[in-house]
């Protein structure tokens, strides 16, 4: 094993050179490293999550990857926001099994009607401080009434890198997500937020996430992996292999350290039979039950997995 490693496994924290170097080992040596990081952290824990699509579709921003932008010609479900008690409904239920849901909309903001009724449901949610929101851009009052109605987490990924990000999205730029989750930051919330791999961005850009991910403090680092939608504007892209996937997951931990990296969308899609090396990977989490788009697995045989594994599902 090559020293780098040796240091690693000893608690060292890596460079961005250094950090890019780790996609050439072998994927045992890197597995043996972030998979003691990840029991260094969170133990035999394995956190599980998942969400509603509460507003689909018509979204005014041109997210390439995106099937519910306006821009894309997907034949998305198009819908308002869901009536709040079918929200509230869902996600009772939902959380019975998982330790987080979140309640996710489409489109560049919600506005202060939409805003309201979902406060005045939270206000009467027993597991309110269970719930994220992943509503788009917000201001600093949303962000209060928010607060004000018991809500903790705010989900607003980056993506990818500030530096590839131009050839995914132009309608918003980076600094402005950036932005959303300093604010979230300075309100009190903990930050979920993390990316999409795959849509032709470099390794470097991988890395220059991560490391902007960790000095946002990021709790949660959400992790998707492209899947191309007919329609979208990156349709035409290839998948990414089943090894580099959990190569990405491992260089993340080793970077990222402590926060919880939860495998979201592409899971079941690429990693197929192998989707239990997530875990030897370095995540600690898995998002289930589906994704805003698209399907994924039951919580059923997700929970049997975590079983299976000797590992222990956490419900907070
Ligand atoms: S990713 Fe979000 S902001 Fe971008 S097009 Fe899709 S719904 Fe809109």
């Known amino acids: 094993?090559?020293?780098?490693?040796?240091?690693?496994?000893?608690?060292?924290?890596?460079?961005?050179?250094?950090?890019?170097?780790?996609?050439?080992?072998?994927?045992?040596?890197?597995?043996?490293?972030?998979?003691k990081?990840?029991?260094?952290?969170?133990?035999?824990?394995?956190?599980?999550?998942?969400?509603?699509?509460?507003?689909s579709g018509e979204c005014s921003e041109n997210c390439k990857f995106c099937a519910q932008s306006t821009f894309n010609k997907t034949d998305v479900k198009v819908y308002p926001l869901v009536d709040t008690e079918k929200i509230k409904e869902v996600s009772t239920r939902a959380l019975e099994n998982v330790g987080c849901f979140g309640i996710v909309s489409s489109g560049n903001s919600l506005n202060d009607e939409e805003i309201s009724k979902l406060c005045e449901m939270f206000k009467t949610h027993k597991k309110v401080s269970h719930l994220g929101v992943s509503i788009g851009k917000i201001s600093d009052e949303t962000f209060l009434k928010l607060k004000e109605a018991g809500i903790k987490?705010?989900?607003?990924?980056?993506?990818?890198?500030?530096?590839?990000?131009?050839?995914?999205?132009?309608?918003?730029?980076?600094?402005?997500?950036?932005?959303?989750?300093?604010?979230?930051?300075?309100?009190?919330?903990?930050?979920?937020?993390?990316?999409?791999?795959?849509?032709?961005?470099?390794?470097?850009?991988?890395?220059?996430?991560?490391?902007?991910?960790?000095?946002?403090?990021?709790?949660?680092?959400?992790?998707?992996?492209?899947m191309p939608i007919k329609g979208t504007a990156l349709a035409h892209l290839?998948?990414?292999?089943?090894?580099?996937?959990?190569?990405?997951?491992?260089?993340?931990?080793?970077?990222?350290?402590?926060?919880?990296?939860?495998?979201?969308?592409?899971?079941e899609l690429h990693l197929?039979?192998?989707?239990?090396?997530?875990?030897?990977?370095?995540?600690?989490?898995?998002?289930?039950?589906?994704?805003?788009?698209?399907?994924?697995?039951d919580i059923a045989t997700d929970k049997q997995m975590i079983k299976d594994l000797g590992l222990e599902l956490e419900i907070e």
Request: aromatic letters at 10%.
């Open 272 to 297: 197929r039979d192998i989707q239990s090396w997530i875990f030897q990977a370095g995540a600690n989490g898995m998002m289930t039950g589906g994704y805003l788009t698209t399907n994924g697995r």
């Open 37 to 55: 990081i990840r029991k260094k952290y969170k133990g035999n824990k394995i956190k599980v999550c998942s969400i509603i699509n509460a507003k």
């Open 153 to 226: 987490k705010m989900h607003h990924n980056l993506e990818t890198s500030e530096n590839f990000y131009p050839n995914i999205c132009s309608t918003h730029s980076y600094q402005e997500r950036v932005d959303t989750l300093k604010r979230a930051k300075k309100f009190g919330f903990e930050l979920c937020s993390g990316g999409l791999f795959g849509m032709g961005e470099s390794l470097k850009d991988r890395i220059d996430l991560a490391f902007t991910l960790k000095e946002l403090g990021s709790d949660s680092v959400p992790m998707n992996f492209f």
């Open 1 to 35: 094993m090559k020293n780098l490693m040796l240091e690693i496994i000893s608690g060292k924290r890596v460079t961005k050179e250094e950090a890019l170097e780790l996609f050439g080992y072998e994927s045992e040596d890197l597995f043996l490293a972030s998979s």
């Open 238 to 267: 290839p998948t990414m292999m089943p090894i580099e996937i959990l190569k990405t997951i491992a260089v993340f931990r080793i970077i990222l350290q402590n926060p919880d990296i939860m495998i979201c969308g592409g899971r």
